[in-house]
C-alpha cells in the first residue's frame, strides 16, 4: 500500500482570548510557532509559558493543548506531519531524523534563530497557498531543512525552557501523575479531592486552569492512548483492551475511542498494522 504524505501548513491570528475548545491528540507530528502574543501550552504532562518566537514540537499521540495568557491578541504557525513525509529522506540519510526520539519539547530560540526559522515557515507558507508543480515534494525539502534547524538549535541549548511552577501547578502535577499511574482503575473525583487533602470544587477548578482539561476529559484521552498502543503491540481481543485501559464497557470504550480517533478500534489496529515501520 502506498501511502501518501500528509503534510500541511496554516497561520492563524486571533485577538483577545482563546482557549482550543477540543483536547487535542493525533497520530501526526506537530511543530507550533508563536510568531506573536503569549501563551500557555499543556504539554508533556507539564505548563509552558510561551512568548513570541517560542518553537513546541509535539510527538505523535502526545496530550497537548494551548489556553491564553491574558486577553492580548496572538499569532502562530502550525505545521502537521506524518511519517510518511519525511520517510524518503530518512531511507537515503544515516538514520533517524533529529527530533524524533519520543518526546515533546519547548524551544525558545535567539532572535537569529527566530529569522532563519520564519524564513522557512513562510516559504512553506507561500509553498501551501501557491500550490505550484511539484508543491508537496518541494515542501517535504523545507520541512526536512527545518527540523534539521530545529534539532541544532535544541544541541546548541546549555538548559531547557523551564515548566510553570506556581503551588496550586505543582499539585496538578503531582495528580497528572497519579492519573497516569492508576487510569486502568475505576477513578472517581471525591476519591482523586481525597487524596490530594482538597475539595472536588477545588481540584476541577485549578487541573482545568493548568492543563486545560477537565479531569475527566484527561482520564479519557490517557486512556485512549493506552489502547492505542495496546491495539499496535498486541493481539488481544477488543474487550481485553478496554478493561486493561480502564473502560468499563466495551460500548463506551468504542464510542470514545472512535471519537477522538476518527476510527473504531479494529479500523485503527488494521490501519496502523499496515503501515511501513516508522520513520
Request: glycine letters at 6%; aromatic letters at 12%; one cysteine or more.
Amino acid at each position: 500500500m502506498v501511502h501518501v504524505p500528509m503534510l500541511s501548513v496554516e497561520k492563524m491570528k486571533r485577538t483577545g482570548s482563546f482557549d482550543m475548545d477540543f483536547s487535542h491528540m493525533h497520530d501526526t507530528y506537530e511543530i507550533y510557532y508563536l510568531l506573536s502574543g503569549e501563551r500557555f501550552y499543556y504539554i508533556h504532562d507539564r505548563v509552558y509559558a510561551l512568548q513570541a518566537g517560542d518553537v513546541v514540537f509535539i510527538h505523535k499521540n502526545q496530550l497537548h493543548r494551548t489556553t491564553s495568557k491574558g486577553r492580548n491578541p496572538h499569532e502562530r504557525i502550525l505545521i502537521n506531519f506524518d511519517d510518511a513525509s519525511v520517510r524518503p529522506f530518512v531511507e537515503m540519510g544515516p538514520g533517524q531524523l533529529p527530533l524524533f526520539g519520543g518526546e515533546s519539547y519547548l524551544l525558545r530560540p535567539s532572535v537569529q534563530e527566530q529569522g532563519r526559522i520564519a524564513d522557512l515557515l513562510f516559504l512553506m507558507l507561500r509553498e501551501e497557498k501557491e500550490g505550484q508543480l511539484w508543491r508537496m515534494p518541494y515542501l517535504q525539502t523545507l520541512l526536512i531543512q527545518l527540523l534539521i534547524l530545529l534539532s541544532r538549535i535544541r544541541e546548541g541549548k546549555a538548559e531547557p525552557v523551564k515548566p510553570e511552577f506556581t503551588e496550586p501547578q505543582q499539585r496538578v502535577y503531582r495528580i497528572v501523575e497519579y492519573l497516569n499511574g492508576h487510569y486502568a482503575g475505576p477513578l472517581r473525583l471525591e476519591e482523586i479531592a481525597e487524596r490530594f487533602f482538597i475539595s472536588t470544587t477545588y481540584l476541577c477548578r485549578i487541573f482545568k486552569q493548568t492543563t486545560g482539561f477537565t479531569v475527566v476529559e484527561y482520564l479519557t484521552y490517557v486512556r485512549v492512548r493506552e489502547a492505542q498502543a495496546l491495539l499496535v503491540r498486541t493481539d488481544w481481543k477488543i474487550t481485553k483492551i478496554a478493561e486493561e485501559a480502564g473502560f468499563d464497557s466495551i460500548a463506551h470504550f468504542g464510542r470514545v475511542f472512535k471519537k477522538i480517533t476518527g476510527r473504531s478500534p479494529l479500523q485503527y489496529r488494521k490501519q496502523k498494522k499496515a503501515e511501513p515501520a516508522n520513520a
